[in-house]
């Protein structure tokens, strides 16, 4: 009678810790390493915006943050097929993504920025890329923001998994485009001769991509009530602030 006393207690005790355990399971992240400043690796230590603040989210909701590294375009493939919990990469909130994933309240608000070679006179601003080779990430929502444009059919738009900086200071493409925030820090950071072409010409907002799954909206939510609280308690804010020297976490 003891003996069955004492497994039914212990059955008690492990339904009830077992919440806790789950809670305790990592939140797998991914992330492609190759978006400097958000996510780049130096000295084999994977730093940047996107990694302080994930790790931050996963301190505010208690569970430990593992960090999946793969090339952008494969990304969101490793959260289809539930590798990965969501992907910090400066996902660009589209109608297109909307279709096939919920996203979590935007932790960036940015621009979309044409970037060329340092004294290139013919490339004033998006309008100029007519006629022209323009690079952007593969998988990237670039593309697709210049295949909206009016002449995009003259546009030869080329894609890259990395060094898209690279081969426009080398001229080897007229010129890229990313979000303004990286390019102004790669055009502060990186011994290239280049230049910003003139303002944004989209609005982008960028957010955490999960499954349309209980699981993902239960993640999504958890996410968002840890972004909120570290938003009002200013943690978002210098965290942003510690990288670019400007909030960009708001509107």
């Given at each position: 009678?003891?003996?069955?006393?004492?497994?039914m207690?212990?059955m008690?005790?492990?339904?009830?810790?077992?919440?806790?355990l789950?809670?305790?399971?990592?939140l797998?992240?991914?992330?492609?390493?190759?978006?400097?400043?958000?996510?780049?690796?130096?000295?084999?230590?994977?730093?940047?915006?996107d990694?302080?603040?994930?790790?931050?989210?996963?301190?505010?909701?208690?569970?430990?943050?593992?960090?999946?590294?793969?090339?952008?375009?494969?990304?969101?493939?490793m959260?289809?097929?539930?590798?990965?919990?969501?992907?910090?990469?400066?996902?660009?909130?589209?109608?297109?993504?909307?279709?096939?994933?919920?996203?979590?309240?935007?932790?960036?608000?940015?621009?979309a920025?044409?970037?060329?070679?340092?004294?290139?006179?013919?490339?004033?601003?998006?309008?100029?890329?007519?006629g022209?080779?323009?690079?952007?990430?593969?998988?990237s929502?670039?593309?697709?923001?210049?295949?909206?444009?009016?002449?995009s059919?003259?546009?030869?738009?080329?894609?890259?998994?990395?060094?898209?900086?690279?081969?426009t200071?080398?001229?080897?493409?007229?010129?890229?485009?990313?979000?303004?925030?990286s390019?102004?820090?790669?055009?502060?950071?990186?011994?290239?001769?280049?230049?910003?072409?003139?303002?944004?010409?989209?609005?982008i907002?960028?957010a955490?991509?999960?499954?349309?799954?209980?699981?993902?909206?239960?993640?999504?939510?958890?996410?968002?009530?840890?972004?909120?609280a570290?938003?009002?308690?200013?943690?978002?804010?210098?965290?942003?602030?510690?990288?670019?020297?400007?909030?960009?976490?708001?509107?």
């Amino acid at each position: 009678m003891k003996t069955l006393l004492i497994n039914m207690l212990l059955m008690i005790s492990l339904v009830a810790s077992a919440p806790l355990l789950a809670q305790e399971d990592p939140l797998k992240v991914g992330m492609s390493g190759q978006y400097f400043p958000f996510t780049f690796v130096e000295q084999d230590k994977l730093k940047g915006f996107d990694v302080d603040v994930m790790k931050a989210i996963g301190k505010e909701l208690g569970r430990e943050i593992q960090f999946e590294t793969a090339n952008f375009s494969g990304l969101m493939g490793m959260l289809e097929s539930g590798r990965i919990d969501t992907v910090a990469n400066q996902i660009t909130i589209t109608e297109e993504r909307k279709k096939a994933y919920i996203f979590s309240e935007p932790y960036v608000y940015d621009g979309a920025q044409v970037v060329t070679k340092e004294g290139n006179t013919e490339i004033q601003g998006v309008e100029d890329l007519k006629g022209k080779t323009v690079a952007v990430n593969l998988g990237s929502n670039f593309a697709e923001l210049l295949r909206e444009l009016p002449y995009s059919d003259q546009i030869d738009i080329k894609t890259y998994e990395s060094n898209l900086e690279r081969d426009t200071a080398l001229g080897r493409v007229d010129a890229f485009v990313m979000d303004r925030v990286s390019a102004s820090q790669i055009i502060k950071e990186k011994p290239l001769p280049l230049e910003l072409a003139g303002p944004t010409f989209s609005q982008i907002t960028n957010a955490y991509p999960f499954r349309d799954t209980e699981a993902g909206r239960e993640l999504r939510d958890q996410v968002n009530e840890a972004l909120a609280a570290l938003r009002d308690k200013g943690e978002l804010k210098t965290i942003s602030e510690k990288w670019f020297g400007t909030d960009i976490t708001r509107p």
